[in-house]
């Protein structure tokens, strides 16, 4: 008998299962980020500002973060695979209602739907991870769970600036629709319930406010959602500003953009990969040690080099550390903020998750208050993520407090 269900798994069910969970933890990143490079086409259909379009995208992560705190806590209590299957049925009626919306107030209002519908696939797929595995193993498993989730943020508008060669911008959303019947599909052949009846109602744990208490009572959990919003919040603030910098402001076409998206992938996907082998190693508090003081690097350049005239030349290299560092952080937050809490892994990542989703869909508006003429306000937005990332690690996670992975 061996210590947790994972191990049972044989290597191709394993990697099936882990394949069908990076699809479903994809769905969210994908339904928030692929139709950025459209927030031109947008802002001209409907004819109205940059902060308006880029308030669809708070709308979106409000409504993923509301979906997140419901769903989290609904899956501790009954399982996981129903809430996920309705959940990510609604996405798939909001998809379609935003690619048919008339106006950008039912546009908004779907967004915040649409976000809810894909919040499941997240923090469900997270919770059935933590499910199946512990240790390193959790550790490497999180990793591969979060180069989809690390990368799909940045490869989303890749895919998004294609599609519009060939599509009008509400084609993006029929694509989302067809991503979700598909996951659904998947969810129904492959994936079997990772928590069993006699593990919902255990003592002490089986309430609501058990598992809130038992999670925020946590001073490594406190810590890392912290670390972990605060690095979303820096990657939203390039994402609901890259778009029109790079096209308004240094004439990018859609195409070349999605290149500049590419090249940020490559950073996200060698920061993942780097991340689970390194905290294998070290310990996932040291790997942050590291990112966290990376992330305040990269900012620093993108400011002090726009403030020197380097055009694009000067904005490319830290963007692509920047997303490096974001890989390299977001395993281990996820390996730490659920390391504790088998007993209410869904109360933990929707929470997780929710804080991540609410700080990144205020930094869009406050990016959005500024003119969009050069890097320095996206800059200095990422830059005060990065610095609270690091007090946050410093001060509450406090690396040389938390105990080895086994």
Not at 52 to 66: K, P, Y
Not at 100 to 112: E, F, K, M, T
Not at 237 to 263: D, P
Not at 306 to 334: E, K, N, R, T
């Amino acid at each position: 008998m061996t210590g947790h269900p994972g191990d049972e798994l044989t290597r191709s069910r394993r990697i099936t299962t882990l394949v069908v969970l990076g699809l479903l933890a994809g769905l969210g990143p994908f339904t928030i980020d692929l139709y950025l490079p459209a927030f031109p086409a947008l802002k001209h259909e409907f004819a109205t500002t940059d902060a308006t379009v880029q308030l669809t995208l708070s709308a979106t992560t409000l409504g993923f973060a509301l979906g997140q705190l419901i769903v989290g806590p609904l899956s501790d209590r009954v399982g996981r695979r129903r809430p996920l299957l309705v959940a990510t049925s609604v996405h798939v009626i909001a998809s379609v209602g935003v690619a048919l919306a008339p106006d950008i107030a039912s546009l908004l209002a779907l967004r915040v739907l649409q976000g809810f519908g894909a919040a499941a696939g997240t923090v469900v797929a997270m919770a059935m991870v933590r499910d199946l595995f512990s240790g390193k193993r959790l550790v490497t498993a999180l990793s591969r769970l979060a180069l989809v989730i690390g990368l799909a943020p940045i490869a989303a508008p890749v895919l998004g600036s294609w599609l519009l060669g060939i599509l009008h911008w509400r084609g993006l959303f029929w694509v989302l629709a067809g991503y979700a019947v598909l996951v659904i599909v998947l969810q129904v052949v492959f994936l079997r319930e990772t928590l069993p009846k006699h593990l919902r109602t255990l003592p002490g744990h089986s309430t609501l406010r058990q598992r809130y208490r038992a999670v925020l009572t946590d001073r490594v959990f406190v810590g890392v959602a912290i670390i972990g919003a605060s690095i979303f919040g820096g990657m939203f603030a390039y994402l609901s500003t890259s778009s029109l910098l790079l096209q308004e402001v240094y004439g990018f076409s859609a195409g070349e953009f999605g290149l500049i998206f590419a090249l940020c992938s490559l950073g996200v996907l060698a920061g993942t990969q780097t991340a689970g082998r390194a905290a294998n190693r070290v310990g996932p508090q040291w790997v942050l040690s590291v990112s966290t003081g990376l992330l305040v690097v990269a900012a620093i350049l993108i400011v002090t080099l726009d403030l020197a005239g380097g055009g694009v030349a000067g904005l490319v290299p830290p963007l692509i550390l920047y997303a490096f560092a974001f890989g390299l952080s977001m395993p281990c937050v996820q390996s730490l903020a659920l390391a504790n809490h088998a007993r209410e892994a869904g109360t933990a990542a929707s929470l997780l998750g929710a804080l991540n989703m609410s700080i990144a869909g205020l930094i869009s508006p406050v990016v959005g208050l500024f003119r969009i003429e050069n890097a320095i306000p996206m800059g200095v937005v990422m830059l005060a993520c990065g610095v609270l990332a690091t007090c946050a690690l410093w001060l509450v996670v406090q690396p040389r407090r938390v105990a080895p992975i086994e």
